[in-house]
């Protein structure tokens, strides 16, 4: 069983940062490939980013390309995804997710999500 726990959202203005951590229970973190989803109000949850147990392959949605970043700290079972020129359209909750395979597939387990608000 793995428990992630996301944090860092809040309400920030149009073209701001913010740096999203969750943080993985269990001793196979740096065994699991990462990845971050989000929701906005009355849509589906969709992709954002994801990143292997290595790191060396990566993901991206193309809306978020060039603006958002995933990286990971195994020693600290940690995933990160800092999100630069932030838009009103990237309101929603972002959530974390793990897989239990090295490299991304249909996520496994889900983290409760954190809140972001992009105010124009």
């Known amino acids: 069983q793995v428990q992630l726990v996301e944090s860092g959202g809040g309400l920030v203005q149009a073209g701001d940062s913010l740096r999203l951590s969750c943080v993985a229970s269990g001793r196979t973190f740096s065994m699991y490939a990462m990845g971050w989803f989000r929701q906005a109000p009355g849509k589906e949850r969709e992709f954002v980013a994801a990143i292997s147990w290595s790191g060396r392959s990566i993901e991206y949605v193309d809306f978020v390309k060039g603006r958002f970043t995933i990286s990971r700290e195994n020693a600290k079972n940690t995933v990160y995804l800092q999100m630069n020129s932030l838009k009103p359209e990237d309101t929603a909750v972002y959530y974390c997710?793990?897989?239990?395979?090295?490299?991304?597939?249909?996520?496994?387990?889900w983290g409760q999500g954190t809140q972001v608000t992009v105010s124009s």
């Open positions: 997710a793990a897989v239990q395979t090295p490299y991304w597939g249909p996520p496994r387990y």
